[in-house]
């Protein structure tokens, strides 16, 4: 089974974030795996494991991105492919998956996984819109994933403690929700494996793929809190009686 | 359980990439590029020098003021000025005396504080671009990895066994245990900073000690950047005197970055006599004087972090070689704690070590016979001279700041030697006077705005570990904490935690020691300062620690 | 400005989102000014489509088809499409639901047009509409726009708006008009099976809308019942600060702060808890925050909209009975 996960690098969680118009200062601030994509990644190397195949490992960015390829890599994907682009935090999901999809389309592959979506634009798009551009069906959030003959029986995710299996043909696109396994570390003969391997490099040009943007991010900025705290006096009583009619009638949440 | 390891073998195995580790790998490489080139046999592999950092990147853990003397990287690295990320030249070294409501600059600036020459660095950026160094010279460079247990042969060293990965908080695996593994070298490199766990059972096994023990220090630094104007780029200050007291060691410091940034903070020798001293609480006072309150005006803290630091100097540092290791950096003892200095040193360190490590390669014997030209080669080098001079500076202020000063005038001039020397001292964890039923201290809590309690500041450290693992902090006798250390010291732990790990939990009339480890920025404070030294710091499963990038 | 809202309703009931966004729906067409009409898609739903007639819309579409009675993302995007080209309208709105994740920037993209999703608000500003949405998991938030010509495809987060206020339809009824669509098998790829209920492993707390949380001041884990009973009454998820987990008194996957979940819900009711920053960060984006603390200097009173500076030992059983009485 020929696999390609799609890995984003995303700044690291605890990184102050210094906003720059509409995206932040990269300097001075670590990078790391979107940790939802990890979850795709090893659910992606455990089908490996039980099938055969290949795993590709697929980012897009900047050359800082090649450290999160290289993660992949030393994790046990057998080659990556970087989609060189310097302006990738200014892409929209449409234009994002449409580079996605172009190098996705120049490899023969059974399934794309993606994870549910990132941490820093959180769009949760990339893995739904794939499915749209190379024409395959998809699921999302899918919590197990069983092969059988060209196959996929798979276990999706609904609100409110609900399940659904479902069945899809291959080859499929598919949005791996987050810590449905337990993330293997990166083995030391993993790590010195990984330089080894081959990361192929593409562009929008090489691609030829053009983009026109659906959307546009104005501005990030941290939202500023109005409210003041409105202090419940009286007995213990008397305040959870005022509270509950505050909630009921003026916050309105029960 | 009878763990099967993987085994894996290196010529070289540094432990650590700080300064000192990334130096000593970096040059080594460059020592068999050149053989290599040269077509001299054997012939060797930068391959095969392998390099643990536990924390998630190079320079992760990275903690200093800092102010380097660039003698060192300008040997190993010649076009340094151009190519290391170098914040800022010092334009303007001051030395501060303050007093609660005002501060006195000493009109000639004493020659320690004079850092003319040196420049104000990140040392996280800077080790971070070493690393890249070391990765292209085809070392390889493992992250998230640490060493967690010696491999012993002989009279030394063979090796290192990693941590074991993927165990729960009950020491059971978990769906991705991964044993460590079995690694194995002709050459072990100790480069592990202040308080090495490793460092501190090779030294104790093998009897490495010198005739003073290490003496510590605990720095507490803040990230700032504040409004412009405030300070100029390359403005270094260090101050003396507010809010510590003469009977103690340490003082402030504040240097002038790029871009309207500020590192500060404060240094506290680890021997105070008062057990519920706070130096977290102290940093923070420091900034309610009226010159720091006025520099951070405005201005928001970006990261903080805190870090221990061997003040032992020469007569401290430990013997540096065995059969198959050696030991380079802050484990090493190698800091200047006058000019408080010791990059460029660890840096040199590092880079001996390499060409002891390189002839020993070349003569495939790695003894502690052919390991001891290291010792030669600091003996010879630019480390001895600047440490003999201060071999009892530190030492001098045993009892106070006034003595401390009397002594090292003497120092001064007669090249080290004063009136007393060697001036032996004992442990820090010694220094401490029961309380003698002193009721506790009122905890610092912080404005929130200029000064911070623990556990905001550890938000900024950004400190993370996975919280489902084994505690790294090893009490051997909690009995100890509850019964007698409750009576005669007051739980110190409690206090020189720049961190807030430990807290002492109130279990009806008794109390509990409860330990938030997934708090802990890797100081090692408490494995030095607890004063029955139960306290066994191990390394966490890799990845985990703070996070100073940038810082 | 014409605006579509794609409601949503599994099973026989209604996901109670769905009436939000028809909110936001006039909301937006109050301020651009426009006119709003309601999409129900499935087989047998016309009783839905009745109850949305009631509803101040200009119109509701009855979407039905044999091949819609069970949701499959392909399903949805082909007859959608076929909807929205013969409505045209300017905007389609939709609940930020799991199931619209699955299929809505799909559509979109058939139609050659981007999505904005999960949006928490919006502004009309110079004549357009700028929709609000938050990054870096709540960090920040981001003011978006649409470049190029409609139809647009926006979906709002839940509890955005208020379901409550949903105006009913000032004349009596709005026109319930059936949309033809061509659907066959071979369009549908995917084969839903049955739907099951199941205890889930990981409580996902992001999802819930109403939350209790409890930090150190409960002091002991026996304690912790009179709390779930206070959830219980308020129809909450429990959800606590990292001490309580640590100390394995809640299970990892009720932890809220930096080291936890990240949540947004409509009521956060924080119980002794301090309100250090690594919890803050990890709840401050709640709708309506209400603490309880002995400590009047407690940091969480900062970000509090209502606060009690009481024993919670006094106020959760106080609080729980109210609730009771209420209810019954």
Not at chain 1, 32 to 44: F, G, V
Not at chain 2, 278 to 297: C, E, G, I, S
Not at chain 2, 418 to 436: C, F, N, T
Not at chain 3, 35 to 58: D, Y
């Amino acid at each position: 089974m020929n696999i390609i996960v799609c890995v984003k690098q995303v700044p690291a969680k605890d990184a102050p974030l210094a906003i720059a118009g509409n995206w932040i200062k990269e300097s001075d601030i670590g990078f790391e795996m979107n940790e939802p994509d990890s979850y795709a990644l090893e659910e992606a190397l455990r089908l490996k494991e039980k099938h055969g195949g290949e795993v590709i490992a697929l980012s897009l960015g900047p050359e800082r991105v090649k450290q999160t390829i290289k993660e992949a890599l030393a994790k046990g994907a057998d080659r990556g492919i970087h989609i060189a682009d310097d302006n990738f935090a200014q892409l929209d999901p449409l234009g994002t998956a449409k580079l996605l999809a172009a190098a996705i389309a120049s490899q023969k592959c059974d399934l794309v996984l993606t994870g549910l979506q990132s941490d820093d634009h959180g769009f949760g798009q990339t893995g739904v819109l794939l499915a749209g551009l190379l024409n395959l069906p998809h699921a999302t959030l899918i919590m197990q994933i069983e092969a059988l003959d060209g196959r996929l029986k798979l276990k999706r995710e609904l609100e409110a403690g609900w399940f659904q299996w479902i069945e899809c043909p291959l080859p499929a696109v598919l949005s791996i929700q987050s810590g449905i396994n337990k993330v293997r570390y990166a083995t030391l003969k993993g790590i010195m494996g990984a330089k080894k391997k081959e990361i192929a490099v593409v562009t929008r040009e090489s691609l030829g793929v053009a983009i026109e943007p659906t959307q546009k991010i104005e501005r990030i900025y941290v939202p500023t809190k109005t409210k003041k705290t409105e202090f419940l006096t009286g007995t213990p009583k008397e305040m959870a009686a005022k509270l509950v009619e505050k909630l009921k009638f003026e916050a309105r949440v029960i | 359980m009878a763990l099967q390891r993987e085994q894996l073998e290196a010529d070289v195995l540094i432990v650590g990439a700080g300064p000192a580790g990334l130096s000593c790998a970096l040059h080594l490489a460059n020592l068999i590029k050149q053989h290599n080139a040269g077509g001299a046999k054997p012939e060797l592999s930068a391959e095969n020098i392998y390099v643990l950092e536990k924390g998630r990147e190079i320079g992760a853990h990275q903690l200093s003021g800092a102010i380097m003397n660039p003698v060192a990287l300008a040997e190993l690295v010649p076009d340094f000025a151009k190519t290391a990320p170098l914040d800022t030249p010092v334009t303007d070294s001051a030395a501060l005396i303050f007093t609660q409501k005002s501060s006195y600059r000493i009109p000639i600036t004493p020659p320690p504080f004079n850092n003319a020459g040196n420049y104000v660095i990140s040392l996280s950026k800077l080790t971070k671009w070493m690393g890249g160094l070391v990765e292209s010279a085809g070392v390889n460079l493992f992250k998230e990895f640490g060493g967690a247990e010696l491999i012993y042969s002989g009279d030394g060293i063979a090796g290192v066994i990693t941590e074991d990965k993927g165990l729960d908080k009950n020491v059971k695996p978990k769906d991705n245990f991964t044993p460590g593994y079995e690694l194995r070298a002709k050459i072990t490199v100790l480069a592990e900073g202040t308080r090495g766990s490793l460092t501190k059972q090779l030294v104790a096994t093998k009897k490495l000690d010198n005739i003073n023990p290490q003496s510590y220090g605990i720095g507490v630094k803040e990230l700032w950047e504040v409004q412009p104007g405030k300070i100029q780029p390359g403005f270094v200050a260090h101050t003396l005197g507010w809010p510590v007291s003469s009977k103690m060691y340490g003082g402030g410091w504040f240097y002038g970055l790029q871009n309207n940034r500020v590192s500060i903070g404060l240094v506290i020798a680890l021997e105070y006599e008062d057990p519920r001293f706070d130096p977290h609480a102290a940093f923070q006072t420091w900034k309610t004087h009226p010159f720091v309150r006025n520099l951070l005006d405005g201005g928001q803290l970006v990261r903080y972090g805190a870090k221990s630091l061997p003040y032992g100097g020469w007569y401290a540092m430990p013997r540096n070689y065995v059969d198959g290791g050696l030991i380079v950096g802050d484990a090493g003892s190698f800091l200047d704690s006058q000019r408080l200095k010791g990059v460029h040193l660890a840096m040199k360190s590092g880079m001996l070590a390499a060409e002891t490590i390189f002839e020993a390669l070349k003569k495939a014997d790695y003894s502690a016979k052919t390991l001891q030209a290291y010792k030669e080669k600091i003996d010879h080098s630019y480390i001895k001279t600047e440490l003999w001079k201060v071999r009892n500076f530190h030492q001098s202020f045993r009892n106070g700041m006034l003595d401390g000063f009397f002594h090292s005038a003497l120092q001064q001039v007669s090249g080290g030697r004063g009136l007393i020397d060697p001036m032996r001292v004992h442990a820090g964890h010694e220094a401490y006077g029961k309380i003698h039923g002193r009721p506790a201290p009122e905890r610092f809590k912080g404005d929130g705005k200029l000064t911070f309690d623990r556990l905001t500041d550890v938000y900024h450290s950004g400190t993370r570990h996975d919280e489902d693992q084994p505690c790294h902090l090893k009490v051997s006798d909690l009995n100890i904490c509850a019964t007698r250390c409750v009576e005669e010291y007051g739980n110190p732990c409690q206090y020189f935690c720049p961190a807030a790990v430990y807290e002492m939990a109130k279990e009806g009339d008794a109390v509990k020691l409860k330990i938030n480890a997934a708090n802990c920025v890797h100081c090692k404070t408490c494995d030095i300062a607890d004063p029955y030294q139960i306290i066994d710091w191990v390394v966490p499963e890799g990845g985990g620690g703070p996070n100073y990038e940038g810082m | 400005m014409r605006i579509l809202v794609v409601t949503e309703q599994r099973q026989g009931k209604w996901n109670n989102t769905s009436f939000e966004t028809l909110v936001a729906a006039q909301q937006i067409a109050a301020a651009t000014p426009g006119a709003v009409s309601a999409a129900v898609i499935g087989k047998g739903v016309a009783p839905f489509a009745e109850e949305l007639a009631s509803k101040n819309v200009a119109e509701v579409l009855l979407v039905e088809h044999d091949l819609l009675e069970s949701y499959t993302p392909d399903g949805y995007c082909v007859a959608l499409k076929q909807v929205i080209e013969t409505a045209k309208p300017d905007l389609v709105l939709f609940p930020h639901t799991y199931q619209v994740r699955d299929f809505a920037p799909k559509l979109a993209a058939s139609l050659g047009k981007g999505m904005i999703g999960d949006c928490v608000g919006f502004r009309s500003e110079d004549g357009r509409l700028v929709f609000v949405r938050q990054m870096f998991q709540g960090k920040t938030a981001a003011d978006v726009t649409f470049t190029g010509a409609a139809p647009w495809f926006v979906s709002f987060q839940s509890g955005a708006f208020r379901a409550d206020l949903l105006a009913a339809h000032p004349g009596g009824k709005a026109p319930v008009n059936a949309a033809q669509v061509t659907l066959s098998a071979g369009d549908i790829r995917t084969k839903p099976l049955e739907l099951f209920k199941e205890a889930k492993s990981a409580v996902d707390l992001t999802q819930a809308p109403l939350i209790v949380a409890i930090g150190r001041g409960i002091k002991a884990p026996e304690n912790i019942v009179q709390a779930e009973a206070l959830a219980k009454a308020l129809g909450a998820e429990i959800a606590a600060s990292r001490p309580i987990c640590d100390e394995g008194w809640l299970p990892m996957d009720r932890q809220i702060g930096s080291s936890g979940q990240t949540v947004a819900p409509k009521l956060y009711l924080a119980l002794g808890i301090s309100g250090a920053i690594q919890h803050v960060v990890g709840m401050k984006g709640s709708r309506t925050i209400v603490a309880v603390n002995k400590d009047q200097n407690a940091p969480i009173f900062e970000i509090a909209d209502y606060g009690i500076v009481a024993d919670i030992f006094e106020v959760m059983p106080a609080l729980t009975e109210e609730l009771q009485k209420t209810k019954g």
